[in-house]
């Protein structure tokens, strides 16, 4: 089955600084990569996310690329604030039948945006 | 719209018994998700319902099922409780019309086994 790696697993900034989360995947068959960001006690809040067609999508700070040939994908945020500390997992899926219910995730990284 | 909604957010049961945990999704979306968080093996798949059909399942044991009615609500259980089933179980529902496969999570349910 499909398995994820994300590195690293902790990551301390200073604020202003750029940070970046890389993640590898398995299956060439995934086609669907979101980002979720967690912040302690709280749901996982989806914050950007890619399909396999495109190569790079940004939103404002937060952008994301993606390396099919590689397998791989990463999490770019720029310019990092004290409020972008959290646990941010990244996520996998191949859909059928339009279904992308089985998201399969990274361990995740601890980001610590230091003022 | 209201968001991905779970009852109860926090349960306390002892080995050997069973759970029901309750999710709404955001009105308008068809699929439903549920997943096993824990410190140890992060965020786990269970499994997708989409229109009352489980459509795809993770790797977990029988003692782990679900359903969906027909208005999208969906409930999990759990029989047989043991230690290690306590977790944080989190819902998310999706659109799935087309090109929209975001899924958005609740605030889960805090199950501790003891």
């Known amino acids: 089955g499909e398995n994820v790696e994300q590195h690293p697993s902790t990551l301390s900034v200073q604020e202003g600084d750029s940070a970046v989360i890389k993640c590898t995947y398995s299956?060439?068959?995934?086609?669907?990569f979101p980002w979720y960001k967690q912040e302690l006690g709280k749901r996982p809040q989806l914050i950007i996310d890619i399909r396999s067609n495109v190569g790079e999508k940004k939103d404002q700070r937060i952008a994301v690329t993606l390396n099919k040939t590689a397998k791989h994908f990463s999490l770019h945020i720029t310019e990092t604030q004290p409020e972008d500390s959290a646990v941010y997992f990244c996520?996998?899926?191949?859909?059928?039948?339009?279904?992308?219910?089985?998201?399969?995730f990274g361990k995740g990284t601890k980001l610590s945006v230091k003022p | 719209k209201a968001g991905v909604t779970q009852t109860p957010r926090y349960l306390i049961k002892t080995r050997g018994q069973q759970v029901t945990l309750s999710c709404s999704p955001i009105?308008?979306?068809?699929?439903v998700s549920w997943y096993q968080q824990t410190p140890g093996q992060g965020l786990q798949f269970l499994f997708e319902?989409?229109?009352?059909?489980?459509?795809n399942k993770g790797n977990f044991p029988g003692r782990f099922s679900g359903r969906q009615f027909s208005n999208s609500r969906s409930e999990m259980n759990v029989s047989t409780l043991e230690l290690g089933d306590s977790a944080l179980y989190l819902c998310?529902?999706?659109?799935?019309?087309?090109?929209?496969?975001?899924?958005?999570f609740g605030p889960g349910t805090r199950l501790t086994v003891t």
């Open positions: 319902y989409f229109s009352e059909t489980q459509r």
């Open positions: 009105s308008g979306h068809r699929s």
């Open positions: 998310a529902s999706s659109p799935l019309t087309s090109g929209a496969y975001e899924q958005y």
């Open positions: 996520a996998a899926s191949k859909g059928h039948g339009g279904s992308q219910g089985n998201l399969i």
């Open positions: 299956d060439s068959a995934s086609n669907y």
